[in-house]
């Protein structure tokens, strides 16, 4: 018996010495078998987030939900501002399955409207607070809300639109106690004289896991937004994640995020299903962030896009380690920022994770490598049927082979990440758009008749196993034969010292196929533009295709909400000084500089006399 005890350890061992991320593997899929069955439990009893917050209250009423500011409410007070809330929209005449957009910044109203809705059966369709004029009307229409509930400071934005919204007999309210505006009615006074007392369930009693529960917008980097339908279910999965990291009830969780996207929103359930305690803030500030952890005594952070790197942009503090974080999770943390974070704020554990709203599926960097978002494991693959396929740049489509059927990508190679759509990972879709619904599904992958989500984004698996994101399909483009990759030329332009920040893409040039590269880029504080350097490290680090041709210093870069990159505007404008008033450049090889770039250049380039 012992001789067989002796030789299980040494083959463990050996296991494990082969495969060190083995047991992080196995406990990872058990983790997500486990949610899942959780789920599948509460779809048969109908169980929904709302559910669990009505039990929190009971179970602790007194423990605080959310810390605003100076401002402390419980899970007691939430219940209740929320039945107000709930009340107002019963008698505005408002019923089960209708929907309700919200457009108001990160304050306590926002939940207590959202809890408000629930109650009643109704969806909610946060908007983005910094839209206007026609993105605003496509917005609000994509939901087919009925209504429209807008913060105070926003009901110029509101007046700006509200014709077209009164032409279709759209109900609006203003978060104020009196309202300037004829046909817009008033919400806090009706709010304030609004009984407390719980929400009867029949209010709801059509409601399931499979209805509406939230309409999350698409961010808009390259069109308009489109409504995401995530259902009771859906948010399930999403407020999950949190349990997966070791998230535990007595933590304490920072959002700075906006509440109308994904992950700030995830925020926010994923205390109700912890049972924990929110510290929200209206905007995030970099200067503020710290002060604010330990005021609060926060223990998990939330990250997106660019906000580690402007953290680890603030002047440097003795004070930086002073702090209770524990763990960060979020996406789009660079590696170079992943280790400068550490490096500088201590031993907080990084769990990138990789997800789209609209998604059937996420990754989550469990094993805590740098600048991977996941780990590919046949397990994970069985469980969760994904696979990364072959992308013809050039033409925008997946390559397939002479039966029709896509390739798989080799080890290494990106490739575009597509997952199995079946009963248990649906895909719900965008509201009122099947045109676009369509568009995410792709048919015949591995076999006729089989059709997967097609995530729009292209990954790559290293050696290990470790999965790293590389860019989005429309980020990508082609240059003298070669694929280039926005995201790492971004990376490699940002380690000169005088660029703080890059956005990179492709623009076409007369004559010339694909698309050469070009990056708008703001300076570092007190910098001035090192053409000379920037030129010697480009050529260092990146190969010939990769260099961008053209330069365009900017004061700031246009992002969305979310800290996402805009370029659909900067491609339109391309290399033009004739459009373009911010200071342009030219890669010059033979002067072994990025001159600037003057009409005389831009003709030559155009007429093809300047070869690039």
Known sequence: MLVWIVFAAVLL???????????????????????????????????????????????????????????????????????????????????????????????????????????????????????????????????????????????????????????????????????????????????????????????RSHLTLQSPAVYIYTSGTTGLPKAAVVSHAKLWGHSLLLSIIGVKAKDVI?????????????????????????????????????????????????????????????????????????????????????????????????????GATEGNFSLVNYSGKAGAVGRDTFLHRMLFPYSLIKYDVDNERPVRDSAGLCVEADKGEPGLLVCKISARTPFAGYARDLQQTEKKKLRDVHKKGDVYFNTGDLLRVDKDNFIYFQDRVGDTFRWKGENVATTEVAEILTLVGCIKEANVYGVEVPGQEGRAGMAAVTLSEGQRFDSAGVFEHVEKFLPSYARPRFLRVQSSIDVTGTFKHLKVKLVEEGFDPNQIADPLFFRDEKDKNYVPLTLDIFDSVRSGKIKI
Request: net charge positive; hydrophobic share 40%; glycine share 4%.
């Open 13 to 203: 061992l050996a296991l494990l010495f082969r495969h060190p991320h083995f047991l992080q593997d196995v406990r990872y899929v058990l983790y997500r078998l486990q949610t899942r069955r959780l789920v599948l439990g509460y779809y048969q009893t109908n169980y929904s987030i709302l559910d669990r917050f009505l039990d929190t209250v009971k179970a602790q009423p007194h423990k605080p939900i959310l810390l605003y500011e100076d401002e402390t409410f419980t899970y007691q007070d939430a219940d209740e501002l929320s039945n107000k809330a709930a009340r107002v929209f019963l008698l505005s005449g408002l019923k089960e399955g209708d929907t309700v957009a919200l457009l108001l910044g990160n304050e306590p109203m926002f939940v207590w409207l959202w809890l408000g809705l629930a109650k009643i059966g109704c969806s909610a369709a946060p908007l983005n607070y910094n839209i206007r004029s026609r993105s605003l009307l496509h917005c609000f229409s994509c939901s087919g809300a009925t209504t429209l509930v807008a913060a105070e400071e926003l009901q110029d934005a509101v007046e700006e639109v509200l014709p077209s919204l009164l032409e279709q007999q759209i109900t609006v309210f203003i978060l104020a106690d009196r309202c300037r505006t004829a046909d817009v009615k008033s919400f806090k006074d009706k709010m304030s004289q609004a009984s407390s007392e719980p929400i009867s369930k029949d209010l």
């Open 254 to 354: 920072y959002i700075s995020l906006p509440l109308y996207h994904t992950a700030g929103f995830i925020g926010i359930t994923a205390t109700i299903e912890r049972g924990m305690t929110a510290v929200l803030r209206n905007k995030f500030s970099a200067s503020q962030f710290w002060d604010d952890c330990r005021k609060y005594n926060v223990t998990i952070i939330q990250y997106i896009g660019e906000i580690m790197r402007y953290l680890c942009n603030t002047p440097k503090k003795l004070s930086d380690r002073n702090h209770k974080v524990q763990i960060a999770i979020g996406n789009g943390i660079r590696p170079d920022v992943w280790r400068d974070f550490t490096s500088r704020f201590g031993n907080v554990q990084i769990r990138e994770f990789y």
